[in-house]
């Protein structure tokens, strides 16, 4: 009788060998070492570079405020809470940033979780059930997905941004409970979630909306409230997301909606019942950033400023700049190889900006992402500019 072959679980691991690739030809743009805080200006292996490669959207990771609250925060609390929220680690400053959060989302309550990636694995699973289906846009974050995925609910995915598409989907399940989850900027190519069609058609067949904005929070809106105040449909979406890591300075995340539905999920959601409670620094971060961004107006519209600069300053070189309406300006490469090789050539010319890749993007629509700070002086701009001009030249993006 024939013995089975045993199978190792490891195998694939020998078998990958695309990074690798990359690496042994110089032009593997992840997990790039940075020695400095994320200013535009950052050091790399000792050497000033600019950076376009940041979400660090409004410059204050680095904020003197932001930092004294954190260090005074360690002082008084020591660098972690030893527990869960629901047990032993919940604080006196988590309460209090919950209540800011609610108050600055213009929502009845917020809860506050460690990572913004655990909010949406928290909240989806935590809401939809074996009976519901929650509907997503195709190219909603890896988190809103992998959250569908630990949901015991049917998930549907519809057309990027295309509300047709998603009422074909709310008509063929009207008798079932539903949640859209989508984002309201989306991460790589900047566009932004066309959330007053997609409220309409939720009220006309009884669905729940859920938005993820963490590129919109700090950046969108009158007052930087995000995309859904940026439509005017606060009292109209469901629930917002916001992460900590975007404008917000920090790490972590929250979501925020009615008193009950935040109650319900504070004792369903197991990414927060069985995860560590947020460090004080963080929590003391976040509450300083949000103060900021209510008292200092300037620093969204010097954003804006360079957003549109930079807009018009790839526009006028040629570049295909995608649809982008956020500080997000991805520069569309086409081929993967080809965005690799041009990451690292913008790094030889000084400049930080990442790469996004299928699956990421579109196959044969990979691109260099680029996004800008209050922080960026015309100056620092101008320089990117130019190596983009050089570089895109070389490589034939633009004549």
Known sequence: ????????????CSKFTTAKDLISNNIYPFFRVIESAQDPEI??????MIMVGSNNYLGLTNHPKVKEAAIE????????????????????????LEEKLARFMRKEAALI???????????ISALVGKNDVVIIDKMDHASIIDGCRLSFGE?????HNDTVDLERILREYDDRGKLIV????????????????????????????MVDDAHGIGVMGKTGRGTVEHFGLEDEVDLIMGTYSKSLASIGGFIAGTEDTIHFIKHHARALIFSASPPPASVASVSAAVDII???????????????KMFRGFKDLGFEVGPSQTPIIPIIVGED????????MLQEEGIFANVAVSPAVPNGRALIRTSYMATHTDEHLDTVLKAFEKVGRILGLIG
């Not at 925060?73 to 209090?96: E, M, P, Q």
């Open 113 to 123: 979780f460690s990572t913004g990636f655990q909010v949406n694995l928290g909240v």
């Open 43 to 48: 050091i790399r292996n000792g050497r000033k």
């Open 294 to 308: 209510e008292n200092e107006p300037e620093r969204r519209e010097r954003l804006w400023k360079n957003t549109r």
């Open 182 to 209: 989508v984002d309201g900027v989306f991460s790589m190519e900047g566009d932004i979630a066309n959330l007053p069609e997609i409220v309409e058609l939720a009220k006309k067949y009884g669905a729940r909306v």
């Open 1 to 12: 009788m024939a013995v089975k072959k045993s199978v190792d679980v490891f195998d694939k």
């Open 73 to 96: 925060a360690i002082k008084k609390y020591g660098t972690g809470c030893a527990g869960s929220r629901f047990l032993n680690g919940t604080l006196d400053i988590h309460v209090k």
């Open 155 to 159: 998930v549907k995915k519809f057309r």
């Open 337 to 344: 190889q080809k965005a690799f090789v041009m990451a690292m």
